[in-house]
DNA sequence: CTGATCTACAACCATTTGGTTGTACGTTAG
DNA sequence: CTAACGTACAACCAAATGGTTGTAGATCAG
């Protein structure tokens, strides 16, 4: 069927990215406010390297921005990933309506 | 701070349920039907094992149920994964709008 | 009863993931 | 100018992921 292959990768990407606790973590707080990597690396019980990439992760999906300033590179959230996610669960939670609504046209014709 | 750590692996395995074409195929053919796993298996150019993995990875994401009837397993999907996953991400849109609100309330005394 | 079918699961393999350390390079502070 | 800082990236490693084949146990059809 090959159904749009571009936004399947996406959304492959975006589901992916939000599977890790560090990195849901990471977008909630460049949501509130503006961090640089080394000041998210901080936060973490781990390397900076290992933050960095989790902020390349969640680049790549859509989910925060980078910015250059100066030498520090500010990530803030990027609401564009959250709602290509959002609509894809909308979409499901519409399969569901309309399976409920199936089901209740059999009761009523039953 | 070890924010709760049953959700938040609860959540790793949802979102990571999410992040494979096949899997979210999945989701959508049981929530509209419903499928034996071999009758999955028989729509994807994979082996029957690689799709009874895939149906294993939903169940323990809460995103399908086996129901066992005579020989076969009856896969449909279930509604309490898709509404934790959308009750996560309505958080992240709350905390956007949050932003926004502050955002319009700093504009007004400025 | 016997053979075909449906499922489960183990063992294996290649690739990806999530982490590490080390190196290099631009930028800022003193 | 020089030292410290912030970032990027490569190389490496262990574990997880997504696939395979093969084996075995239930259940159904003839």
Redesign the interface.
Known sequence: MVVDQLR?SE??R???A????TR?DI??RA??GEYTVSGLAALYAMSFAAVQKHVAVLERASLVTKEKRGREQIVR?N?EG?QK??R???E??Q??R??AARMADILAEG
Chains 1, 2 share one sequence.
């Open positions: 399947e959304l492959d975006l589901f992916q939000f599977a890790d606790p849901r977008v909630r949501t509130v959230g609401h959250l996610a959002r894809l669960l909308d499901y939670e399969i569901w309309q399976r």
